[in-house]
């Protein structure tokens, strides 16, 4: 798999954009809400380095099902949320691509009371955007390749490599090798 950032790297740009929202929060207390369940190897990194009071919440989106690499219908299930009526939230996602996800979150969080919202992504994907909004924090801008690693998966596999892999045709068959095999056991 070619890296397109190394677990160095990826430390850099989350320490960055942490350096960005500190400097737009000071020490307002801030509730941070992260997208399930891409980001929640971003969301561990991102909240050990800030030092303003927050609080931590999740919400469950999905537009992409199984072994799959296109959008599919948007879900979103705020049952996990922890109360963020009249507070200062930060929605947190691994990758801004098409923008409908983090759109529709936004709304739903506005529906629940927040205060203020704004947004952080890991990666804003270049070329695929079909929305106005823009994030407010990026760690990075990625080409249009499909990426794997720092959370983000391919059919739930790969969430946990330390760096960010792109995923090329001679992957995926590979991947597909491996657990069809595994499958059959």
Known sequence: MRVLHTEEQLRQG???MASEIAHAYGDRPL?????LTGSVVLLADLIRMLEMPLRVGVIEASSYGGA????GELTVNAEL???????DVLLVDDI????HTLVKVVEKVQELGAASVRTA???RK??????SAQPDFVGFEIPDEFVVGYG???DDHYRNLPYLGVLEQADLDRHHELFAASEKQ
Not at 68 to 71: D, I, L, Q, S
Not at 81 to 86: A, G, P, S, T, W
């Open 14 to 16: 989350v320490e960055r």
């Open 31 to 35: 509730t941070i809400v992260s997208v």
């Open 68 to 71: 799959r690499t296109t959008r």
């Open 81 to 87: 949320l922890l109360d963020i009526r009249d507070r």
């Open 96 to 99: 801004f691509d098409t923008g």
């Open 121 to 123: 992504v890991l990666l």
């Open 126 to 131: 270049h070329g695929r955007q079909e929305v």
């Open 152 to 154: 983000l998966d391919y």
